[in-house]
Every structure is written in structure tokens, then in C-alpha cells.
T-cell receptor
Framework: AAGVIQSPRHLIKEKRETATLKCYPIPRHDTVYWYQQGPGQDPQFLISFYEKMQSDKGSIPDRFSAQQFSDYHSELNMSSLELGDSALYFC???????????????FGPGTRLTVL | AQSVTQLGSHVSVSEGALVLLRCNYSSSVPPYLFWYVQYPNQGLQLLLKYTTGATLVKGINGFEAEFKKSETSFHLTKPSAHMSDAAEYFCAVSRQFGNEKLTFGTGTRLTIIP
């Protein structure tokens, strides 16, 4: 079965550079979530989109922006990168319209961002 | 607001022994509860979940967890540890809405002793 695809899998950037992370949800899934997992830390929710509209926002820095496109893929744009942005960035997707109130989030393999 | 506390950042058990990973949650509304496993350099895989109904839930790889509302707990157990169970385990909570974010605990690294 198709899974969540994230690209690139690894990314190395210098301080103050910009980075764009991409997420391709499972086909037919309408909701995308972004999480950040720092070294040795738990995943922290950044932002989510449902039907191309922002549905929730967590502890996402103002330097970061994200959007969901008409084909439901999502991009996380990160500017003025800092050393502390080095982390594993996960994307997850779910289908809100599925049967029942619970919509499982399926996680991608993550993008490991290293800021030097 | 919701939060999860995982007691013990590192747990070591012998192969074949009982695995018990502790999770307590705080939620002002009825929660959904989850356990995820993360192997080194990999993504998060759902082990099991509690949404509604039966409070004892069974997951993949022989794991199970029991939702105890009175104790606000959702501990993860496995009767007999296997070497392949060595990984990081995260407990997570969300509100009972369709596309709610997950709030994770700080994780427990499980080591299996041969």
C-alpha cells in the first residue's frame, strides 16, 4: 500500500539559508500534519492542513511557513535557518472523511535537516 | 490542554521477560490514546490505539495496553520481550476529534538484554 512520501530524506544547510521540505500524503488523504523531533526529544506538532486550509497551529516559528496544494501535497518552508532547527521533520496524513470519529495519522519516514 | 508523562526514559528487560512501559495522561476532555514505536533512523509506527469501547487494546507485535480512566494511565505491556523490540516508544494523546494533532510523551528507550 502507498505510504506517506517525504523529500528529501536528508538535507544539509548553512545557517541563515532556506529549506523546503515536501510531503506527499497517502492518496485520497485530505489532512496533513507536520511534526518536528529534535535530537533525543519527542515529536512536537508544528502545523496541520485540511482541504488546503490551515486547521491547527502549534509551536511553529514565524520563520517557518507551510501550505497544502490542490493535489494535497504539502510543503514546509523554513527561512533564516538556525542551528536549533536541526531535527527530524515528520509529515503525517489522515482522511477526515473516513468512517467513524477517529482518523489514524500515518507517518512518513521523515526528513533529517542538519544546519551547520 | 493535554499532556503525556512517560515514566522512565530508559527501560531494560531481559529477553523473554515482561515488558512494561508506563504512560500517564492529562486531558480535560475524553482522550484518544496511542503508542508509537520508532526504530533508529526510521519514522513512527502505530503499535495500538484506544479510541472508544474496550479498554484493553491489542496491537501489533504482541503488545497490548489498558486504558484506566481512574488512574489516567495507558501502560504498554508485552508478556515476553524479543530482541527485535528494542526501540524508542512514544505514548501520545489527542482529543476525540477527527483531525486532531497528537501530543507525545518524551519517549522510553527499550533495551533488550540477551
Amino acid at each position: 500500500a502507498a505510504g506517506v512520501i517525504q523529500s528529501p530524506r536528508h538535507l544539509i544547510k548553512e545557517k541563515r539559508e532556506t529549506a523546503t521540505l515536501k510531503c506527499y500524503p497517502i492518496p485520497r488523504h485530505d489532512t496533513v500534519y507536520w511534526y518536528q523531533q529534535g535530537p533525543g526529544q519527542d515529536p512536537q506538532f508544528l502545523i496541520s492542513f485540511y482541504e488546503k486550509m490551515q486547521s491547527d497551529k502549534g509551536s511553529i516559528p514565524d520563520r517557518f511557513s507551510a501550505q497544502q496544494f490542490s493535489d494535497y501535497h504539502s510543503e514546509l518552508n523554513m527561512s533564516s535557518l538556525e542551528l536549533g532547527d536541526s531535527a527530524l521533520y515528520f509529515c503525517a496524513s489522515s482522511l477526515l472523511g473516513s468512517v467513524g470519529p477517529y482518523n489514524e495519522q500515518f507517518f512518513g519516514p521523515g526528513t533529517r535537516l542538519t544546519v551547520l | 490542554a493535554q499532556s503525556v508523562t512517560q515514566l522512565g526514559s530508559h527501560v531494560s528487560v531481559s529477553e523473554g521477560a515482561l515488558v512494561l512501559l508506563r504512560c500517564n495522561y492529562s486531558s480535560s476532555v475524553p482522550p484518544y490514546l496511542f503508542w508509537y514505536v520508532q526504530y533508529p533512523n526510521q519514522g513512527l509506527q502505530l503499535l495500538l490505539k484506544y479510541t472508544t469501547g474496550a479498554t484493553l487494546v491489542k496491537g501489533i507485535n504482541g503488545f497490548e495496553a489498558e486504558f484506566k480512566k481512574s488512574e489516567t494511565s495507558f501502560h504498554l505491556t508485552k508478556p515476553s520481550a524479543h530482541m527485535s523490540d528494542a526501540a524508542e516508544y512514544f505514548c501520545a494523546v489527542s482529543r476525540q476529534f477527527g483531525n486532531e494533532k497528537l501530543t507525545f510523551g518524551t519517549g522510553t528507550r527499550l533495551t533488550i538484554i540477551p
